[in-house]
Antibody
């Protein structure tokens, strides 16, 4: 059963870059789409973007100018960088596999999530 | 963007009750609709995909239906472990969007 685990700093200063890594275990990253999703405290879920195992990416237009998602197949990891952060970027950040059959896709499984706080 | 609107935003119910949560899309999304359950401090867990297909391991008291713009998630007989937040999510557009969530609380 594939498992995902987020890691990275829990505190980032305003205007700096948030960097997180998602490590995939008990399964290969060399297939599927892999997504980042965030959830501000007490709020709903926002899809940030994804990366295909080939390296192609899709981003939420609302964040596109600040987001970079990349893949390291040798380490079975993918990463998120979000630049020029503000307090509005404070959230729990989740990584998730995008599983699909021929027609449909869904997020499963998810990592446990990591809280990133933007504060000086 | 495809907007997903859930109702109600919160719901109080008792053990054994039958409850229904509604999700409406701002445009037709066929059956490209998924449901997740989220307990406090935990990641969302997939319950239903493709509008009505129960994910493996999910209890059969959960069911869902709908297509186009209107969808429902039903829990036939509430159990203590079902009190959580529930989110719908559309996968019709590659700009994936979620409903705002429905918080199911114990009455």
């Amino acid at each position: 059963q594939v498992q995902l685990q987020e890691s990275g700093p829990g505190l980032v200063k305003p205007s700096e870059t948030l960097s997180l890594i998602c490590t995939v275990s008990d399964g290969s990253i060399s297939s599927y789409y892999w997504s980042w999703i965030r959830q501000p405290p007490g709020e709903g879920l926002e899809w940030i973007g994804n990366i295909y195992y080939s390296g192609s990416t899709n981003y939420n237009p609302s964040l596109k100018s600040r987001v970079t998602i990349s893949l390291d197949t040798s380490k079975n990891q993918f990463s998120l960088k979000l630049s020029s952060v503000t307090a509005a970027d404070t959230a729990v950040y989740y990584c998730a596999r995008q599983y699909s059959n021929i027609w449909y896709n869904w997020f499963d499984p998810w990592g446990q999530g990591t809280l990133v706080t933007v504060s000086s | 963007d495809i907007q997903m609107t859930q109702s109600p935003s919160s719901l109080s119910a008792s053990i054994g009750d039958r409850v229904t949560i509604t999700c409406r899309a701002s445009q037709s999304i066929s059956s490209y609709l998924n449901w997740y359950q989220q307990k406090p401090g935990k990641a969302p867990k997939l319950l239903i995909y493709a509008a009505s297909t129960l994910q493996s391991g999910v209890p059969s008291r959960f069911s869902a239906s709908g297509s186009g713009t209107d969808f429902t998630l039903t829990i036939s007989s509430l159990q203590p472990e079902d009190f959580a937040a529930y989110y719908c999510q559309q996968s019709y557009s590659t700009l994936y969007t979620f409903g705002q969530g429905t918080k199911l609380e114990i009455k």
